[in-house]
């Protein structure tokens, strides 16, 4: 039977074929699907987050990884749900209202999936009325909202604004090019990142677990 930690060096080094064979092979020796989600696929993602973050690796690699690890959860979630098993934190992530860059929000989508988040992705252009409701159906535990360009850097301020307005106990996150500390400050919102390692490590502490 192989061991879990060779499939968290498959998945960190984007083997794809490697990543869904071991999932197998340790599906058939009985491993159970959490376990290989939780100390197999998840700690492999933190790696690539982790290279990510020191720029050891870039967009491609990451990229490569996290279609890895769809893989072999397209393997793992029918038999997770069977069992009743969910991520334990939910989260929506969109890109602002009059924005249409998506390839960074994908990359945060991708990691905090990869950290065992559920995450609901509105797309692009996502109004703030739509993030409140979806915020509100999903009883999401975070927001995440990303904005690459000045001229919408006022659709972020007014998302968080009314996010915040309707007195929910959601975290709100935000990032993109042009988007610092200070704005989110300012702004009110809960936490900021400024790449998509970074993303997964705030994303745990707004939500309270341990990073
Ligand atoms: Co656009 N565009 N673009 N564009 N585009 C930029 C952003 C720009 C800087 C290019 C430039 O002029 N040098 C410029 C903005 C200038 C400004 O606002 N000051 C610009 C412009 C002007 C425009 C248009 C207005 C151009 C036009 O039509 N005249 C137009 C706007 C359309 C619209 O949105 N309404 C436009 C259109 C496009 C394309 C459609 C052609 C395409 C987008 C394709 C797509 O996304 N599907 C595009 C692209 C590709 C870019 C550049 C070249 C690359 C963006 C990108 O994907 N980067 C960009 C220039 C650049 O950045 N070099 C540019 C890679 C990605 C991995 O990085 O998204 O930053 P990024 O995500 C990072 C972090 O920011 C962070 O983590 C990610 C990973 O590390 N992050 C978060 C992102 N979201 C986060 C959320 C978080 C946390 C972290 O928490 C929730």
Known sequence: MPQLSELTAAVAAGKRTDTVRLTQELLAAGSAPQDI???????????????????????????????????????????????????????????????????????????????????????????????LAAAKEHNANLVGLSALLTTTMPAMKDTVRILKAAGLSTKIMVGGAPITQAFADEIGADGYAADAGTAVDIAKKLVGQAA
Do not use: C
């Not at 100390?39 to 993602?45: A, D, I, S």
């Not at 279609?67 to 397209?74: G, Q």
């Not at 989260?91 to 249409?100: M, N, P, R």
């Open 37 to 131: 989600v939780e100390k197999g696929l998840v700690p492999g993602m933190a790696i690539v987050g982790e290279q990510f973050k020191k720029n050891e690796i870039f967009v491609p690699e990451m990229l490569v990884a996290a279609r890895a690890m769809k893989e072999a959860l397209k393997l793992l979630e029918p038999l997770l749900a069977s069992a009743g098993i969910k991520p334990k934190y939910t989260a929506i992530i969109g890109t602002v209202q009059g924005d249409l860059h998506d390839i960074g929000k994908n990359l945060i989508s991708m990691m905090w999936r990869g950290a065992n988040f559920a995450v609901i992705d509105l797309g692009t252009n996502v109004s703030a009325d739509k993030y």
